[in-house]
């Protein structure tokens, strides 16, 4: 009998995804499309008639705007947010700001699949951090100059241990509202996917992904909704 339940979600289209740019922790807003993406994921997850414990997302405006537009749509607005740079997207390093396609046309199609889609490979860094105020209260050097998604998934790892399984295990729904990247990490882990396969592991836009665990929080049930 499943015992708790967690929904994922990618937050909707970004002005970023829209322009085919390399975002990472730029902090970019959804378009009008994102926002629509965020009321239909918001009408399936109200379908399911779940309640939740507790909303989880970054500290990057596309995923919290999501989040709020998914709570109001699921009228649960009054439920714990919790935003943490844990779950902020994969840092992109010096890529950040870059169109795709352009910087394809400077280094090839295998480079920049590499760059995008491997588990290991660290994109070009960046020179140094400009440390942002949103990021103060977590202390210094909290912003990578860039990161792998290996880097990301041993970032994202301790805030699943310790504020996402444990809530679960209670038996209260929980709701993540994060980024690609993160959210792949996130499915390695939970879906035991082996490292040379995750380049073929997609989270798409506004789909909602629900998992049910039993009481020892092994997935029963895998669904997008």
């Given at each position: 009998m499943a015992m708790a339940t967690l929904v994922v979600l990618?937050?909707?289209e970004s002005t970023a995804n829209r322009d085919n740019i390399f975002t990472g922790w730029n902090d970019v807003?959804?378009?009008?499309k994102g926002r629509q993406q965020a009321t239909r994921a918001g009408q399936l997850i109200a379908a399911t008639h779940l309640q939740f414990g507790q909303l989880h997302t970054s500290m990057l405006q596309r995923a919290i705007v999501t989040s709020n537009i998914v709570l109001e749509t699921i009228d649960q607005l009054y439920i714990p947010v919790k935003k943490s740079w844990r779950l902020n997207e994969r840092?992109?390093?010096?890529?950040r700001g870059q169109n795709k396609t352009a910087v394809k046309d400077r280094v090839g199609e295998r480079q920049i699949q590499i760059w995008r889609r491997s588990f290991?490979?660290?994109?070009?860094?960046?020179?140094?951090v400009d440390q942002d105020r949103r990021y103060d209260r977590f202390g210094p050097k909290i912003e990578p100059r860039g990161e792998s998604l290996e880097m990301a998934y041993h970032?994202?790892?301790?805030?699943?241990?310790?504020?996402?399984?444990?809530?679960?295990?209670?038996?209260?729904?929980q709701l993540i509202v994060a980024h690609g990247s993160t959210l792949r990490a996130l499915l390695k882990y939970l879906d035991n996917v082996p490292d040379e396969r995750i380049s073929q592991v997609e989270v798409a836009n506004g789909e909602p992904i629900r998992y049910d665990f039993?009481?020892?929080?092994?997935?029963?049930?895998?669904?997008?909704?």
């Amino acid at each position: 009998m499943a015992m708790a339940t967690l929904v994922v979600l990618r937050h909707g289209e970004s002005t970023a995804n829209r322009d085919n740019i390399f975002t990472g922790w730029n902090d970019v807003p959804l378009t009008a499309k994102g926002r629509q993406q965020a009321t239909r994921a918001g009408q399936l997850i109200a379908a399911t008639h779940l309640q939740f414990g507790q909303l989880h997302t970054s500290m990057l405006q596309r995923a919290i705007v999501t989040s709020n537009i998914v709570l109001e749509t699921i009228d649960q607005l009054y439920i714990p947010v919790k935003k943490s740079w844990r779950l902020n997207e994969r840092h992109y390093g010096a890529l950040r700001g870059q169109n795709k396609t352009a910087v394809k046309d400077r280094v090839g199609e295998r480079q920049i699949q590499i760059w995008r889609r491997s588990f290991e490979t660290v994109p070009p860094l960046l020179d140094h951090v400009d440390q942002d105020r949103r990021y103060d209260r977590f202390g210094p050097k909290i912003e990578p100059r860039g990161e792998s998604l290996e880097m990301a998934y041993h970032r994202l790892l301790p805030y699943w241990t310790d504020e996402v399984a444990p809530r679960l295990l209670d038996g209260k729904n929980q709701l993540i509202v994060a980024h690609g990247s993160t959210l792949r990490a996130l499915l390695k882990y939970l879906d035991n996917v082996p490292d040379e396969r995750i380049s073929q592991v997609e989270v798409a836009n506004g789909e909602p992904i629900r998992y049910d665990f039993d009481d020892r929080l092994r997935i029963q049930n895998k669904i997008v909704l």
